[in-house]
Every structure is written in C-alpha cells, then in structure tokens.
C-alpha cells in the first residue's frame, strides 16, 4: 500500500503584415497540421511564433460542444474562475466572478472563464492532447468569449500560449519588441506602446502559438469564442517563497538558546552575544534543506490542484466489495481535476507525497501517464487489500472514477 513520505518545411512569421508562419503537410501531429512534435520543440518552442491553419477538424471542432449558450451559462455560475472586461474608449472595467453579463448587442465585452477542462469533459480531453510536455507544465485551458471588437487588450504572458479559435474570427496582433512597460492605473496589465509587427485573421480551426513574453492583442471580428492553452511557469522567486514555507512545517530543530558557559558578569546588557547568533546559525545548519526536502516540495507544489479545485463524492457511492466488482467491469480513471506524478523516489497525488513499491507504483505510474487502467491492468492488484482500501478511499474522495473518466465537471 502507498505510505506518505517526505521534417515538414517550416518558418517563423516574417516581421511585415499577414505573412504567418505556414506549414506543409505530412507525416507529424495532427495537431500540428503534419510537424512533428519534436520538430515543434526544435524550431519553435520558447524561440518563434507558429501558426497552424486548420489544427482542428470541423468534427473535432463540433466536439468541444463549447457553445455560447454554455460558456456564458458558465461563467456566471458560482465555483467557476471567471473575468469580464467592458473596453469603453480608453477605458477598461474589469468584474471577477461576474453575476450578470452585457447584452449581446453591446460591442467590446470580453467573458475569459479560466480551467475550463475542470468544467466540461472534452474541454479536458483536449488538453490531453498537449500532453507531449510534461504535465509539471500544463495549466490549463481559458475560454474566451467576446462581442464584435472585444478583447483584453496588447499584453503579453509570462508563459507559452496556445490560441486555439472555437468559433468566429479573430485578428491577431503580435510583436517580439523588448518595451514591455505597461499602462498605469488600469486593472488589466494592457501595454504602454504596442508597435504590430505581424497580423492575420485565426477562423475556426486555426491556432497560433507563441512563446513567453511576445506581446500580442486579440480582437474579435464580430462575436467568436478562442481558447487558450496556459501553461505553467512559476518564478523562482515564487517557488523559493512556497518552498520556505513548506519547509516550516517539516522543521523539527531540537535544542534552545542556553547560556550555560557563561562565567563572568555582563558589562554590556543592551549588546547582543556572539555566541547566540553562533547557537542559532549551528542550529540553522542542521535544519539546511536537503536534496530530498526540495524533490519532496517539488512533487508535492506541481501535484497540487488550484485553491478553486473541489472534488466531489460519487453521487451513489460503492462500498469496497463493490467497488472491487466494478473494476474488474469497468476499470479505473483519474479525475480531469487530479494531478498524478512521480519521481524516482515518490508517487505524488494531489499535493500529498506517497511512497509505493513493486505492482503498487507500476500501476500508480501507468495511471498517471494513460489516466485510466483496465481491467486486465488492474488483475494483479485485485488481491492487495490494503492497496484496495486506498483506491476505493481515493474514489470515495471524488479522486478516482470507475470507467473511462466520463464525469461531471460542471460546480
């Protein structure tokens, strides 16, 4: 049982108007209309725009079932991460979580609703598709919606982006300029002096990728829903403030300031001893963060799901002999909203570092990089009590599905 532990032809966008990046077909992704993946990661990942006409199929594109009736249904609901931005001339009004929306009639509103792969099932399939990077990496996917000349303004990400158009048309702007002063008093992040080098129209299908910090604007020609692909990219100064914290609460220093060497009188009370700044900088060596206290930390900070996760209990939930039946019918999967990983040393579930062994972590590994095991993959762990009892305790905690996955992400 797991115990907790501590090469298709291929070139960027010129810098002159409405000439993107194109690419020839082939053998390749089909995301990416015939380039390989690692050719993705060659030419373009981190270094230059790509854009990919047609990466989505009319089919594939009716799938996502991601309407405007739905979106907008969505973004009002309570337990969904959401922004409205009204552009009014200069002026920018920004809402969270918003209660009501414009009419539709009114031009230059933007609807953005963040993790929408946490809310509807082929949102969440279609972010599986961007797992040829790591997942320590992927975020997830915003959907925006927008009335005729809407959009968040020139800005840039501090992260890789997939722009993915759903529906309508949008014209892009971009720019790899260095000027990334932004406006003052605004409430969005809107650049200062935005200089286009480069612009085309993204129709349904189409998707523009670009690296961290290349500013682009979005505006919508007439009504269109985009998505984003956001990927994750904490600063180190970020990472080194969660880690100290975390840190903290692992401390267990033994000893206190004690002054039992002291033999003679103290002439100056107000100066303070060398030898309590030694006491506590020894104490503190002790205590110094090792290799395994930052792999630890590592696992458990990239595992853990957003502060607006929530899971939810099976609506009738199996008791363990139920649940042992129905998986050798069903088989397991994990939840859209989980994070499963490991490392050499650990399985790390949802924040929570476990230790695993043997047919333990081969399952626990496979499931973390299929997201579902099989029946016949499950037969060698049907006779593990204990590793039975944390599965179904996993299931019971909303955690694990039974079957192919197919939940109900809606709050």
């Given at each position: 049982?797991?115990?907790?532990?501590?090469?298709?032809?291929?070139?960027?966008?010129?810098?002159?108007?409405?000439?993107?990046?194109?690419?020839?077909?082939?053998?390749?992704?089909?995301?990416?209309?015939?380039?390989?993946?690692?050719?993705?990661?060659?030419?373009?990942?981190?270094?230059?725009?790509?854009?990919?006409?047609?990466?989505?199929?009319?089919?594939?594109?009716?799938?996502?079932?991601?309407?405007?009736?739905?979106?907008?249904?969505?973004?009002?609901?309570?337990?969904?991460?959401?922004?409205?931005?009204?552009?009014?001339?200069?002026?920018?009004?920004?809402?969270?979580?918003?209660?009501?929306?414009?009419?539709?009639?009114?031009?230059?509103?933007?609807?953005l609703v963040q993790g929408m792969n946490l809310h509807h099932p082929p949102i969440a399939a279609l972010l599986r598709r961007f797992r040829f990077l790591p997942d320590?990496?992927?975020?997830?996917?915003?959907?925006?919606?927008?009335?005729?000349?809407?959009?968040?303004?020139?800005?840039?990400?501090?992260?890789?982006?997939?722009?993915?158009?759903?529906?309508?048309?949008?014209?892009?702007?971009?720019?790899?300029?260095?000027?990334?002063?932004?406006?003052?008093?605004?409430?969005?992040?809107?650049?200062?002096?935005?200089?286009?080098?480069?612009?085309?129209?993204?129709?349904?299908?189409?998707?523009?990728?670009?690296?961290?910090?290349?500013?682009?604007?979005?505006?919508?020609?007439?009504?269109?829903?985009?998505?984003?692909?956001?990927?994750?990219?904490?600063?180190?100064?970020?990472?080194?403030?969660?880690?100290?914290?975390?840190?903290?609460?692992?401390?267990?220093?033994?000893?206190?300031?004690?002054?039992?060497?002291?033999?003679?009188?103290?002439?100056?009370?107000?100066?303070?001893?060398?030898?309590?700044?030694?006491?506590?900088?020894?104490?503190?060596?002790?205590?110094?963060?090792?290799?395994?206290?930052?792999?630890?930390?590592?696992?458990?900070?990239?595992?853990?799901?957003?502060?607006?996760?929530?899971?939810?209990?099976?609506?009738?939930?199996?008791?363990?002999?139920?649940?042992?039946?129905?998986?050798?019918?069903?088989?397991?999967?994990?939840?859209?909203?989980?994070?499963?990983?490991?490392?050499?040393?650990?399985?790390?579930?949802?924040?929570?570092?476990?230790?695993?062994?043997?047919?333990?972590?081969?399952?626990?590994?496979?499931?973390?990089?299929?997201?579902?095991?099989?029946?016949?993959?499950?037969?060698?762990?049907?006779?593990?009590?204990?590793?039975?009892?944390?599965?179904?305790?996993?299931?019971?905690?909303?955690?694990?599905?039974?079957?192919?996955?197919?939940?109900?992400?809606?709050?």
């Amino acid at each position: 049982m797991p115990s907790k532990s501590k090469q298709p032809a291929t070139s960027a966008p010129k810098k002159r108007l409405g000439t993107p990046a194109m690419l020839d077909s082939g053998a390749g992704n089909p995301l990416l209309n015939g380039l390989s993946i690692n050719q993705f990661l060659y030419k373009h990942w981190h270094k230059k725009p790509l854009l990919i006409r047609q990466a989505l199929s009319v089919a594939e594109l009716t799938a996502l079932q991601c309407d405007r009736e739905r979106l907008l249904t969505l973004g009002q609901q309570e337990g969904v991460e959401s922004r409205l931005i009204v552009a009014e001339g200069k002026q920018w009004q920004f809402t969270a979580q918003p209660s009501a929306l414009p009419p539709l009639t009114q031009r230059q509103w933007t609807l953005l609703v963040q993790g929408m792969n946490l809310h509807h099932p082929p949102i969440a399939a279609l972010l599986r598709r961007f797992r040829f990077l790591p997942d320590v990496r992927l975020d997830d996917i915003m959907v925006s919606y927008a009335t005729d000349g809407g959009g968040v303004g020139p800005h840039f990400d501090s992260y890789d982006v997939f722009l993915l158009q759903l529906e309508g048309v949008r014209r892009w702007q971009i720019s790899a300029q260095k000027d990334l002063t932004l406006k003052p008093n605004l409430p969005l992040k809107i650049l200062q002096n935005f200089t286009v080098e480069d612009e085309w129209c993204l129709e349904p299908g189409d998707m523009l990728y670009l690296p961290p910090r290349y500013a682009h604007n979005g505006i919508a020609q007439g009504e269109c829903i985009t998505l984003s692909v956001g990927f994750r990219a904490p600063a180190f100064n970020e990472l080194a403030q969660q880690f100290y914290t975390w840190l903290a609460e692992q401390l267990d220093i033994p000893g206190a300031v004690h002054d039992a060497n002291l033999l003679t009188e103290t002439a100056e009370p107000a100066r303070i001893p060398g030898w309590l700044v030694e006491q506590f900088t020894q104490a503190l060596r002790k205590a110094a963060p090792t290799a395994e206290d930052i792999q630890a930390f590592v696992g458990e900070y990239f595992s853990e799901p957003k502060a607006t996760t929530f899971f939810s209990a099976p609506a009738k939930s199996l008791n363990l002999s139920q649940f042992k039946q129905r998986l050798q019918r069903d088989g397991l999967a994990l939840s859209a909203r989980s994070r499963l990983l490991y490392d050499a040393d650990n399985i790390y579930f949802n924040g929570q570092s476990l230790y695993a062994s043997g047919i333990e972590r081969k399952l626990l590994t496979r499931l973390a990089n299929q997201h579902t095991l099989s029946p016949t993959e499950l037969v060698s762990v049907l006779t593990l009590p204990d590793f039975m009892a944390q599965l179904h305790d996993w299931y019971l905690s909303g955690w694990l599905l039974l079957g192919e996955g197919q939940e109900s992400l809606a709050p």
